[in-house]
């Protein structure tokens, strides 16, 4: 047993003495569920070939408890390995949990403390999982902001040396409940990121479901928190796209104690509220047809030029802000020398007929917040006395409004 090394990461072994009483345990336990005094042909037993979904098997009955796709014939090719006199067992996949788990116990560490009595036999299953690293699960819950305007919490255990890992997410219910969907995921460490493709049970089979990818830096991680991105499939079966993040917690426990919270700590919620990106479920035939903004792109197609806002407080001239918008690519760039535009977003709002800016200044500025609303009637009839409102926050962190003149200059 001492020569034995583990070389699969993602494979439980198990010795043979200690699937005897694992598939004995099963055996009883579905011999007594379902009352039948003999087990029957081992294709009904087993849930494969020709055999009677609507009757009791095995297959169904693990099904239920992994949440995945079982595959019949995988547990009675493991017991025709036991006959044959194999030493040890290598259990893939569903098979490492759920045959556990329809006896009563977590995982196989729970079930070696309380079913393998021989000492021998308990040590020598012991000896197999000597390689740590290997059997290790780091535990962590992920938030993400989900369909309803609310932030998602998912219970995800990382496991086989961050080969693989596990995603429960909990959606509260109105009773106190939790509606819950079970991911699993298959890890590729790239450089510093983890890329974990998912699946998920849908329609008796095992589909893509979605990507994370997670920034863990060169070493193996080992932060309180791991930030990264996600797409996947909504719970109303959208394509969707956000921020995600990752809390570690010290063991199972904490874990499930803390997705089930109601509170979502304020450190999460700045950090995430409203990251989402949402793909309805539409095939545009036209531009006119990619989202409710696509009427409005003629007039979206206007706004660039050269701008110079004037600012006005109580009719005293406060000071301008010069900037430009490229006609090509739409960048936003400041056009006075040592003023930084750090962020911006300009939006057509209320049916296209506002514009909304709304920039973060550092440098030689009046502001170091703006936000600024105007008609967008100059653009399609070339007025010049073009007039609008501002509030935000000065250089000395003071709350301010007022109204503003436009300069704008199409060409640029």
């Known amino acids: 047993m001492e020569n ?14 200690c699937f005897k009483v694992l598939l004995e345990k099963m055996l009883a336990q579905f011999q007594a569920k379902h009352n039948v005094p003999a087990l029957g042909r081992v294709t009904q037993l087993y849930g494969f070939g020709n055999y009677d979904s609507n009757l009791p098997n095995l297959k169904n009955e693990l099904e239920q408890l992994a949440g995945g796709f079982i595959n019949g014939k995988y547990l009675y090719d493991k017991s025709r390995e036991l006959q044959t006199g194999k030493p040890i067992i290598k259990l893939n996949g ?15 560490e729970a079930f070696i403390d309380q079913e393998i009595i021989d000492e021998v036999e308990q040590k020598k299953q012991w000896q197999l999982f000597e390689n740590k690293k290997t059997q290790r699960k780091h535990y962590y819950i992920s938030y993400h902001f989900g369909e309803y305007k609310e932030i998602v919490k998912s219970q995800v255990t990382f496991l086989n040396d961050w080969k693989n890992a596990q995603y429960k997410y909990l959606y509260p219910q109105k009773d106190g409940s939790f509606r819950e969907f079970l991911y699993h995921g298959e890890i590729k460490k790239r450089a510093d990121t983890l890329h974990i493709k998912t699946k998920t049970l849908m329609d008796g089979k ?37 921020r995600v993040i990752h809390e570690k917690c010290a063991n199972k426990e904490e874990m499930i104690e803390k997705s089930k919270l109601r509170k979502i700590p304020a450190y999460i919620v700045q950090e995430i509220r409203n990251i989402r990106i949402e793909n309805d479920a539409v095939i545009p035939n036209s531009v006119l047809e990619i989202s409710s903004k696509s009427p409005y792109h003629t007039t ?15 009719n005293k001239t406060l000071g301008d802000f010069q900037f430009s918008i490229d006609k090509d690519t739409f960048k936003v760039s400041s056009i006075v020398e040592g003023l930084l535009i750090v962020k911006d977003n300009f939006e057509l709002i209320q049916n296209g007929t506002v514009i909304h800016f709304s920039f973060e200044l550092r440098g030689i500025a009046l502001f170091t917040r703006l936000e600024v609303f105007v008609k967008t009637y100059y653009l399609n009839k070339g007025e010049k006395d073009i007039r609008g409102v501002f509030s935000g926050l000065d250089i000395e962190n003071r709350l301010i409004q007022g109204e503003l003149q ?7």
């Open 4 to 17: 034995i090394k583990i070389q699969e990461s993602n494979t439980t072994f198990i010795t043979a003495h």
């Open 300 to 314: 979206y197609n206007k706004i660039p030029g050269a701008y110079n806002f004037t600012f006005f407080q109580k």
């Open 94 to 108: 569903f098979y490492k949990i759920a045959p556990f788990q329809y006896i009563g116990y977590d995982d196989i």
């Open 406 to 412: 436009i300069t704008f200059d199409e060409a640029g």
């Open 206 to 242: 095992m589909v893509e479901s979605g990507e994370n990818l997670l920034y863990v830096g060169y070493s193996e991680p080992q932060g309180a928190f791991i930030l990264g991105t996600f797409s996947a499939f909504d719970i109303n079966n959208r394509l969707i796209a956000g």
